[in-house]
């Protein structure tokens, strides 16, 4: 089976145009986007107008073309839309959500999951602890949820998120694969450590802990990851091994940037055009 995964593409038309294209070329059994699909610009909550009159089409495209369409909203996509999205996706049988859900195609099991470990950003719609013992970083200003009449502020960000579920339980809560060794998770977050995590200026990653330990555990065949657009240019390195998975962060910058995987022969290539 042959996959294209692309992430982080904040409603860039011109890539999402690209994409298509790309998918016919490596001749894809499905692509995979991996979050943060929506346009992210000073009104972020027009995102329900990019789902109906571009993502709608764009997902029908590939539905004419038999191309499965495995996808989810990131961080920056309010959760207000979610349900909007959803419906999106459930009009064609080859465009699927694949947030905290599995899907069994061509023999494999994906598995999504797009909660987030905390930032300093204000936006918190997919923002966990990533553990129960995470020490929070100096926040930009006080957290913000989107609701439908619009931002509600968070004076206690620390105190509200104490009270959600981490990422660690949020992995927990995961429906399994029947075996582990033919299942691919896509997972917005990158795991810490890993070189997959890395942003400007920061001596450390930023990553899941959580994550990290999660696949250490279970031994997937493949994690995907995006988020943290410039971490293959800071680090040098796009993926990496934890034991038998192998973990892919393609990253998101100025061009138009995925990864063609092979499942059959665990070939995988980075391409990133102009």
């Known amino acids: ?106 023999g494999y099991e994906f598995v999504g999951m797009n909660w987030i470990v905390d930032y300093p950003f204000r936006l918190k719609d997919r923002c966990r602890m990533d553990t129960d013992n995470y020490i929070f970083q100096v926040q930009f200003g006080k957290g913000l949820l989107s609701t439908l009449d619009g931002w509600q502020e968070i004076y206690d960000w620390f105190s509200y998120a104490k009270r959600l579920p981490t990422i660690e339980e949020e992995l927990n809560r995961l429906v399994r694969p029947e075996d582990m060794s033919k299942s691919v998770y896509v997972m917005h977050t990158p795991p810490y450590g890993m070189e997959l995590d890395r942003v400007y200026r920061v001596a450390d990653g930023v990553g899941s802990k959580a994550i990290y330990n999660f696949l250490k555990k279970y031994q997937p065949k493949l994690s995907l990851h995006g988020h943290i657009h410039e971490s293959p240019e800071v680090s040098g390195r796009w993926h990496a091994e934890l034991g038998r998975t192998i973990c892919i962060q393609p990253g998101q910058l100025n061009e138009f940037t995925y990864v063609t995987i092979d499942l059959s022969t665990m070939k995988f290539d980075r391409i990133k055009e102009p």
Not at 10 to 30: E, P, T, V
């Open 1 to 106: 089976m042959k996959v294209l995964f692309v992430t982080d593409l904040h409603g860039s038309r011109w890539k999402y145009d690209r994409l298509l294209k790309a998918a016919k070329r490596f001749q894809a059994d499905a692509v995979i986007n991996g979050g943060d699909m929506l346009p992210w610009n000073s009104d972020p909550f027009r995102q329900g107008e990019f789902i109906s009159n571009y993502l709608d089409n764009h997902f029908s495209r590939f539905n004419s073309a038999g191309i499965y369409y495995l996808c989810y909203p990131g961080n920056d996509d309010l959760r207000i839309f979610d349900h909007l999205f959803e419906e999106t996706c459930d009009k064609y049988p080859f465009a699927v959500c694949l947030a905290q859900r599995k899907l069994e195609v061509g």
